[in-house]
């Protein structure tokens, strides 16, 4: 017994240390993705774009890509995630904020105090709990960051490769929206620079490389390209596939080990109270639809804000918390690392 808590404890350090390398590291990995990403959007505006066809059209829509693209990944990087003890944060004025369609009763600002309806979604205050680590009030799905020491609103994960920040209820959008746009832009890249690769790397005869990139440079990011598009293309689809269930990757994983205990138990169990309706769940995410934004607001690089404060949440219609939890099973932050 007492080995396996030496073995544990040494895991705890590990981990812990694993964490500051990693914090540490953070904004060199954020410099190598803008280079990377800077190169990438270079390499194909000189090279593949003055070749498409209808360049009328093709030409404006990859300049949108390009430009959601690098937009999100800022937003994603500066929009903080929303900490427990910060105070709400309200829309902004300028031309980076999207209009919203009508003002919305609850939900969004302001505290709620009676269930409203959200794009026909029932919208509930939070349960407030303690944070076992630093002791903090904080509402329901905020979880505590080992990198930040902080709670943080909606936390999904701490990213330090790409980010170097929390994913957590304000930067949220623009993390799955950075990945939908970097799988799109590296698949058109993987698409349309192939007979570019092969002239490249003179597999095709030609007299010369007439484009300002280096041979070497564009090769070296094609293959990158083709590598983060299977990447990212898995990780944007299972991302969208959490939203669309209502979960972070947090609860995903928590969820599943209630789903196996109630199983063992031979009980039925429906572990998540979050509103079971996957559209709803989609359009509450990206707080498009009823009250909300526009549609367009997913094409173009603006920034909105959440459909709530963190402090409420919507619901599956007669659920106001999990059922099928029993007392003793929640996991903790300690748990979930
Ligand atoms: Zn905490
Ligand atoms: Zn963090």
Not at 261 to 267: I, L, T, V
Not at 294 to 314: E, F, K, Q
Request: charged share 20%; with cysteine; proline share 5%.
């Amino acid at each position: 017994m007492i080995c396996a808590q030496r073995v544990f404890r040494c895991f705890r350090a590990l981990e812990r240390l694993g964490d500051r390398i990693t914090g540490a590291a953070g904004p060199y990995f954020v410099a190598l993705a803008i280079i990377l990403t800077s190169t990438g959007t270079v390499c194909f505006f000189d090279v593949i774009a003055p070749g498409l066809n209808y360049r009328l059209v093709t030409l404006p829509i990859c300049i949108l890509i390009a430009l959601n693209l690098h937009m999100h990944y800022y937003y994603v990087c500066t929009v903080r995630p929303g900490f427990v003890e910060e105070p709400p944060k309200l829309q902004g004025h300028g031309l980076l904020w999207a209009k919203r369609r009508a003002k919305r009763r609850g939900g969004d600002g302001g505290v709620l105090t009676a269930p409203v309806r959200v794009n026909g979604a029932r919208v509930t205050v939070a349960e407030i709990m303690k944070c076992r680590k630093c002791g903090q009030q904080r509402p329901e799905r905020a979880h505590h960051c080992r990198i930040c020491n902080r709670c943080v609103l909606k936390y999904d994960h701490h990213c330090p490769v790409r980010i170097n920040q929390c994913v957590g209820l304000h930067n949220e959008r623009h993390f799955v929206l950075f990945l939908v746009y970097l799988a799109i832009s590296t698949l058109c890249y993987s698409v349309l620079g192939w007979p570019f690769l092969l002239e490249s790397l003179g597999v095709t005869y030609s007299l010369e490389w007439p484009y300002h990139v280096p041979e070497v440079a564009f090769a070296m990011i094609y293959i990158l390209a083709v590598v983060l598009c299977i990447a990212v293309g898995i990780m944007g689809g299972y991302h969208i596939w959490e939203v669309a269930n209502g979960e972070t990757s947090v609860e995903a994983q928590d969820h599943e080990v209630y789903r196996n205990r109630a199983k063992e138990r031979s009980e039925s169990t429906i572990p998540n109270s979050v509103n079971d309706r996957k559209r709803k769940n989609l359009e509450l995410f990206f707080n498009i639809g009823d009250g909300g934004y526009p549609w367009y607001t997913l094409i173009l690089p603006l920034r909105v804000m959440p459909y709530t404060d963190g402090h409420s949440w919507a619901r599956r219609d007669g659920y106001d918390r999990h059922a099928g939890v029993r007392v003793g099973d929640e996991l903790t932050d300690e748990e979930e690392g």
